[in-house]
């Protein structure tokens, strides 16, 4: 089952760096700043702890922001799934 929510930022784990493209994250920083996010990241949630592995550009854009909290699409996953992600 898949939900949205509202995550405090500090709250998701990124365990894989990526390299953004500041004209992207500049680009998303104003669309936010107007609009609002249109799309929110996907995390999985294992353990109570919250995972994002895509949305780089846009939770990059939210911390420059200054937002404290990131829409993000919910899934819950066991242990065996984050590992998969992380191989």
């Known amino acids: 089952m898949?939900?949205?929510r509202e995550?405090?930022?500090r709250q998701i784990r990124r365990p894989l760096p990526r390299e953004n493209d500041p004209d992207k994250v500049a680009a998303l920083?104003?669309?936010i700043a107007k609009e609002g996010l249109r799309e929110p990241i996907d995390v999985l949630e294992?353990?109570?702890q919250y995972?994002?592995?895509s949305g780089c550009h846009r939770f990059e854009a939210h911390q420059r922001l200054g937002k404290e909290t990131i829409k993000c699409?919910?899934?819950r996953a066991?242990?065996?799934v984050l590992q998969r992600?992380?191989?």
Do not use: K, N, T
Request: proline residues 4%.
């Open 51 to 53: 995972y994002g592995f």
């Open 7 to 9: 995550i405090q930022l």
């Open 73 to 75: 699409r919910v899934r």
């Open 29 to 31: 920083m104003e669309s």
């Open 46 to 48: 294992v353990d109570g």
């Open 2 to 4: 898949v939900e949205i």
């Open 85 to 87: 992600h992380l191989a």
């Open 78 to 80: 066991p242990r065996s």
